[in-house]
């Protein structure tokens, strides 16, 4: 079964400062996808990024970027000049793309981002 | 807008009462799923549904049925048999096969039991 572990149960940084949360995975698939899900308190989930394993090159969107390191199943994001809008839980999720990625995704337990203005 | 719609938002049950969830979806997607959010476990999955009349167990079932009548369908019903049904679920679908990829989720139904 695959497991996804985010060590970080809470961070904190400073409005306009640079954050990395970690997550790694453990799977013996080599398709597969990773995201990066967003929880604000509306507590509505919200897609940030996603990397499909296949591509080497790390995925970026805005402010948003990604270490991926499959030997490692490592899958990291870096928030660059955080705002107060960031502020939120972060999950780390995976997807295998055998059976169609029939039972859905896998999640982290999280990550509580704290900005601090 | 395309989008999915989970109702109640808040619902209030005392024990030994089934209570059902709304989802609906209008995304024309085939998969869909039912999580539970608890504080510090991430989100668990009940159920999951490929096709219409078809449903899978997810890793926390026990205590919960589904239904898949219509594609853009999939009621949850929390059952007596949960023994502690209070949390957060979600509903989520997603497209199917290669083109798989995110789930896109609803907003959420939250459930205390009294």
């Known amino acids: 079964a695959q497991t996804v572990t985010q060590s970080q149960p809470e961070m904190s940084v400073q409005e306009a400062e640079t954050v990395t949360l970690s997550c790694t995975y453990d799977t013996s698939e080599s398709d597969y996808y990773l995201f990066w899900y967003k929880q604000p308190p509306s507590r509505q989930m919200i897609l940030v990024i996603r990397?499909?394993?296949?591509?080497?090159q790390n995925a970026t969107e805005n402010r948003f970027s990604v270490n991926f390191q499959k030997a490692a199943k490592s899958f990291s994001l870096k928030i660059s000049d955080s705002q107060l809008g960031d502020a939120a839980m972060y999950f780390c999720?995976?997807?295998?793309?055998?059976?169609?990625?029939?039972?859905?995704?896998?999640f982290g337990k999280g990550t509580h981002l704290i900005i601090q203005p | 807008d395309g989008g999915i719609t989970q109702s109640p938002k808040y619902l209030f049950r005392k024990e030994g009462q089934n209570v059902t969830l709304s989802c609906e979806q209008n995304l024309n997607h085939d998969a869909m799923y039912w999580y539970r959010q608890d504080p510090g476990q991430g989100l668990r999955l009940i159920y999951y549904s490929q096709i219409v009349n078809d449903f899978q167990k997810g890793d926390i079932a026990e205590g919960y049925s589904v239904s898949r009548e219509k594609k853009e369908s999939f009621p949850l019903t929390v059952t007596s048999a949960q023994k502690n049904p209070t949390a957060f679920y979600l509903c989520a679908s997603s497209l199917r096969g290669r083109d798989t990829g995110e789930l896109f989720f609803g907003e959420g139904s939250r459930l205390t039991v009294l």
């Open positions: 990397q499909e394993a296949y591509k080497q």
């Open positions: 999720a995976y997807r295998p793309l055998s059976g169609g990625g029939a039972d859905g995704l896998t």
